[in-house]
């Protein structure tokens, strides 16, 4: 398994000096503290169902996801019998979720792929994981880190990108470029805590139009830098 200092060469990047890792880690404390409970949103009973849920939750709520997955995945419970399903189905049921024909044709894609490619076994590899449809680097973080415990990167969805920047640890608007920064801020094993910490405070707190500044904990620690909240 690659280590830390070789998987943050994976992306281009900003070098981070020793006064920023302190206070990103006193940050990083302070969440642990404010969110003990802060987990994976998608309700998943294992990788496959944690997989179809992530490729629906793109331009989606995750409580919106929670909403259709039991029914779907109590019809396709794996990923044999999700790779058997009729398309006309399956849009019927994740249609709320939006671009449901797409999300639809990648879930059965990538049914089959795993299926047929690797034993009815979600792949524990970024390689394998992002050789499957409609799976990119964020979702495959997302399977990696939360079904297998395996820190290769840092999920970055707008929550995750909107507090990078706000608290100053990235001026980058592409998703790639802040994973990379947070990536040389924090070591490996607290990558996909991050993800969770920085999301749950994205959504109680600093919120895209309304941030409670405040009310906020972290205000001490926030630059409170003007920068384009995308």
């Not at 640890?169 to 790639?176: A, G, L």
């Amino acid at each position: 398994m690659a280590t830390a200092k070789a998987r943050q060469k994976e992306l281009p990047g900003t070098p981070v000096s020793a006064p920023d890792k302190k206070r990103a880690n006193q940050i990083y404390t302070r969440l642990q503290r404010l969110y003990p409970d802060a987990t994976c949103a998608l309700y998943h009973k294992n990788p496959f169902q944690l997989l179809v849920a992530t490729i629906l939750s793109a331009q989606c709520t995750d409580i919106r996801v929670n909403m259709v997955t039991p029914l779907l995945f109590k019809k396709f419970p794996s990923p044999k019998a999700m790779s058997c399903a009729k398309q006309s189905e399956l849009e019927t049921i994740i249609h709320s979720t939006g671009f449901y024909r797409n999300k639809a044709k990648s879930i059965i894609a990538a049914s089959q792929t795993i299926h047929e490619n690797h034993g009815g076994k979600v792949p524990r590899s970024m390689e394998e994981l992002l050789k499957l449809k409609g799976v990119a680097r964020k979702t495959a973080n997302v399977v990696l880190g939360n079904a297998f415990d395996i820190n290769v990167g840092v999920v970055v969805d707008t929550h995750i990108g909107r507090l990078s920047r706000r608290l100053g640890f990235s001026q980058q608007t592409d998703p790639k470029k802040v994973e990379k920064d947070l990536m040389a801020l924090f070591d490996s094993k607290k990558w996909t805590m991050l993800a969770h910490l920085l999301i749950y405070h994205g959504r109680q707190v600093c919120s895209a139009r309304k941030p409670l500044c405040n009310d906020c904990s972290l205000a001490k620690w926030c630059p409170k830098i003007d920068v384009p909240q995308v």
